[in-house]
């Protein structure tokens, strides 16, 4: 193929290269001074790689990396990915459209779909890489790649003139958004700006196998150009190997920003409105528009266009995981931990060498008395040959004993770590929390860890999902019109806690569950809250049966009702009861009273009868009789009145008592007015 079958660059087009290259190269350079060391450095501190700029100390022997800052990193990684993931659902739309036709969209259908698409495109491991990113470097990054993907779906397919159908596959269309991790160091951006929305533009630049260049070519996507493999820079590996592989390599440099109108498109004179001199320094900058421009090899232009998406957004999110203010890179949890990594790496590397002198046989040797050409090496079970008393002449030594603080000093700069990074470990926690008899420190310490993950988890909620889901939902909308309709809808996150808030919460409900006891009527609600809060896999039937047992059922209230109705009548009927037997007891207490009074009366007219009647006849033997007869009566007066006051006692008891029926009888009367 000869040159001229190739498109050659116009003139716009070489300003525009030189517009984009100028501006990243700048960008390049503030970014390898300020960044590009330390992130090579976090790499390896989380990948346990040594290198000879790591050293602490010019004398340094040991190589080890210690893993305090790659556990720190793990545990903040897997919490944060079980709070957005963890509930199965990480996001919900709310209709935010006002139906007057009559045709009320169905968001719930559009949600399913939604995350139906996304399992297909792997969302989660996607995230995933960019989470973990976010911890090793301090700033998530993602480019949204919209693309065609072909499906074969089975299919059956009758066959013309027979009965018979034909199985097989068909080709079936679909749009795919993904979110492509990108690493920090692939990445250029504005630095007066503390967005990617607030920049002037953004780029990545990375290697890719030529063979995407000329699919691209192939399909016009790219220009057609005469492209061919190179390669310069390692910086832009996304690790760091011992030989990076160099061959069918294009560095590719892909811009999403601003660019003056007229390199993208032939404007005549009379359209531009000149606001400034030619020679000022502003003049590139009066009329620009958002655009994507991809160059390869740092000058050959593949794609200048304006920026197709409906809504003129860029396909590029970022995110800070631990927020650093008016700047666009965050911090990470490497940066927090690296000054307590390198001092636990210091000791124990001081350790080891130590253990090298003290551990390993040294032997002092008189170099006169040794055979000609001897190798002496210390080994079991060798033969050292002497001239000479060996006593004399070999002399096993080392330099004194290995110190242990330095381990100890060690484990200390590890709880250092733990505060610094806010993590969480089976052993650091219970060293560095004291636990008093009720736990409250245990739990003020699991408080403040579960507030630290909150504030990593709402950046990326602010500036990556919610914005991601936006952008997807646009890019579906002008795709693949016939399943998103263009809608107005509202976004809203639903992660929620982490595994550590989430055992944390879960004991909290399980000890209000046994304060309040199983006869509580808000039982459904708190095992609602433990089952809502659990991962199990049955979690959304047990909600439903659980929404079940709050509801009431018709029939068994129409039930309950009736039994409540049957209890009061019963009630009712011991009250009747009860009050027919305390008027009897009533009247007898009132008999026996008149009974009592009237007694002495019957006795005293008895005793004077008594009196009367019989009288002897003579005056002395009736005197003496009559005295006899008077005593008589007045020990039977003395007995009466004696049993008198036993009835009158026994009449006061019995009284006492139905004056305590009364008032049982008269709770009751009150009890059954307020039930009805």
Request: glycine share 4%; aromatic share 6%; hydrophobic share 40%.
């Amino acid at each position: 193929m000869e040159q001229n079958d190739f498109d050659q660059p116009t003139e716009n087009d070489k300003e525009l290269v030189s517009f984009v290259v100028d501006h990243c190269d700048r960008w390049r350079t503030y970014r390898d001074i300020n960044f590009l060391p330390q992130w090579e450095e976090y790499e390896r501190i989380f990948r346990g790689q040594w290198a000879s700029e790591d050293k602490t100390r010019e004398s340094e022997r040991s190589r080890i990396v210690t893993p305090a800052t790659q556990q720190a990193v793990e545990t903040r990684h897997a919490e944060i990915m079980e709070a957005i993931f963890g509930s199965g659902e990480f996001f919900d739309i709310k209709d935010d459209i006002k139906d007057v036709d009559g045709n009320p969209l169905d968001i719930e259908d559009l949600k399913l779909q939604m995350m139906e698409d996304f399992k297909r495109d792997k969302l989660r491991k996607h995230v995933d890489q960019v989470v973990l990113l976010a911890e090793i470097y301090g700033t998530g990054i993602a480019e949204i790649v919209t693309s065609m993907e072909k499906e074969l779906v089975p299919s059956t397919m009758p066959m013309p003139g027979q009965a018979q159908a034909a199985i097989g596959t068909i080709e079936r269309q679909r749009v795919s958004v993904k979110p492509m991790p990108i690493n920090p160091k692939n990445f250029l951006w504005d630095p007066n700006g503390t967005t990617v929305d607030d920049c002037m533009g953004v780029a990545i630049e990375k290697y890719v196998s030529i063979h995407k260049i000329v699919r691209g070519i192939e399909r016009g996507i790219y220009r057609k150009v005469n492209i061919t493999p190179t390669y310069e820079d390692t910086d832009l590996e996304p690790t760091q190997e011992v030989s990076q592989y160099q061959d069918e390599k294009v560095l590719l440099l892909t811009y999403y920003g601003l660019v003056p109108r007229e390199y993208l498109n032939k404007v005549e004179d009379e359209d531009i409105v000149e606001l400034f001199p030619d020679e000022s320094a502003a003049e590139d900058y009066q009329d620009m528009v958002e655009a994507i421009i991809v160059i390869a090899n740092d000058g050959m232009l593949l794609k200048a266009e304006e920026s197709p998406y409906m809504m003129k957004d860029r396909p590029v999110l970022t995110y800070q995981a631990d927020t650093v203010p008016n700047r666009l890179p965050g911090r990470g949890t490497i940066e927090k931990a690296y000054n307590m990594q390198k001092s636990i790496d210091a000791q124990v590397r001081t350790h080891l060498d130590s253990l090298a002198l003290t551990a390993s046989p040294m032997m002092a040797v008189d170099a006169t008395r040794l055979p000609r050409g001897a190798k002496l090496t210390v080994q079991p079970g060798k033969a050292i040959y002497t001239n000479g008393n060996p006593n004399e002449i070999l002399y096993p030594f080392k330099f004194g004993q290995t110190d242990g603080s330095s381990i100890t000093t060690a484990e200390k700069f590890q709880q250092m770590l733990l505060q610094a990074t806010g993590t969480l470990d089976s052993n650091g926690m219970v060293s560095a929390v004291g636990r008093d008899a009720a736990g409250t420190g245990m739990s003020m310490a699991v408080a403040s860890i579960i507030k630290k993950y909150k504030r990593t988890l709402v950046n990326f909620q602010e500036d990556f999902l919610i914005p991601f889901i936006n952008k997807a939902a646009y890019r579906f909308m002008q795709f693949d019109p016939e399943r998103y309709p263009s809608v107005d809808m509202v976004f809203i996150p639903t992660a929620t806690l982490g595994i550590i808030a989430r055992e944390y919460e879960q004991a909290q409900f399980i000890s209000l569950l046994q304060t309040l006891g199983p006869d509580t009527p808000v039982l459904p609600i708190i095992l609602k809250g433990i089952v809502a809060n659990s991962s199990l896999s049955n979690r959304a039937e047990l909600m439903q049966r659980l929404d079940a047992m709050g509801q009431v059922d018709p029939a068994a209230q129409e039930k309950q009702m009736i039994q409540e109705q049957l209890a009061m009548q019963a009630a009712q009927a011991q009250i009747a009861v009860n009050t027919t037997q305390a008027e009897q007891n009533r009247a007898e207490a009132t008999k026996t009273i008149i009974e009592t009074k009237l007694k002495p009366l019957e006795v005293q007219a008895k005793i004077q009868q008594g009196l009367t009647a019989n009288l002897p006849n003579q005056a002395d033997m009736a005197s003496r009789e009559f005295d006899k007869r008077v005593k008589v009566a007045e020990l039977m007066l003395k007995e009466a009145d004696i049993k008198n006051k036993s009835k009158i006692v026994e009449l006061q008891m019995s009284k006492a008592k139905d004056n305590v029926v009364n008032a049982e009888n008269d709770f009751l009367d009150e009890l059954q007015k307020g039930m009805q």
